[in-house]
């Protein structure tokens, strides 16, 4: 039993640890190359940094993306990617339907490019209350 026990658990732990690698570390940033921790709503300003390994290489020409993890009525869109070094910016605008609740969530991107998901991200997006 001990010995089953032991092979499930190595068998999990090598799992979530291959699943974790597998995604990419990014970052927010701005044209200066700032890094921030988080999106903020009501911005149009910031890029989401991606290694260019988790794209393959290069920026695929039809690259898009898939959001999901926020609030309904929060969006993520992509305006454009550049490179710089070895990252893709991903020049998003991160808007919301209603600015009286906060936002405090983190948002899944799933980088796509025809039809494939070539790798998900992961990064918070903050917005605070305002209005009426």
């Known amino acids: 039993m001990n010995k089953l026990l032991m092979t499930a658990v190595a068998?999990?732990?090598?799992t979530a640890t291959t699943a974790f690698a597998a995604a990419?570390?990014?970052?927010a940033t701005d044209d200066s190359g700032m890094e921030y921790t988080a999106l903020q709503?009501?911005?149009?300003?910031?890029?989401v940094e991606v290694p260019l390994t988790a794209l393959g290489g290069s920026v695929p020409s039809d690259l898009s993306i898939a959001v999901s993890?926020?609030?309904e009525g929060t969006t993520i869109?992509?305006?454009d990617v550049t490179t710089r070094g070895d990252s893709a910016l991903l020049h998003v605008?991160?808007?919301?339907?209603?600015?009286?609740?906060a936002v405090n969530s983190v948002a899944t991107i799933a980088l796509q490019s025809g039809?494939?998901?070539?790798?998900n991200?992961?990064?918070p997006v903050y917005g605070a209350a305002y209005g009426e």
């Open 11 to 14: 068998a999990l732990t090598l």
């Open 24 to 27: 990419p570390q990014a970052y």
């Open 41 to 47: 709503t009501e911005s149009s300003w910031m890029a």
């Open 69 to 71: 993890g926020l609030p």
């Open 77 to 79: 869109a992509l305006d």
């Open 93 to 101: 605008t991160v808007s919301r339907s209603n600015t009286t609740t």
């Open 115 to 119: 039809g494939d998901v070539l790798t």
């Open 121 to 123: 991200v992961s990064i």
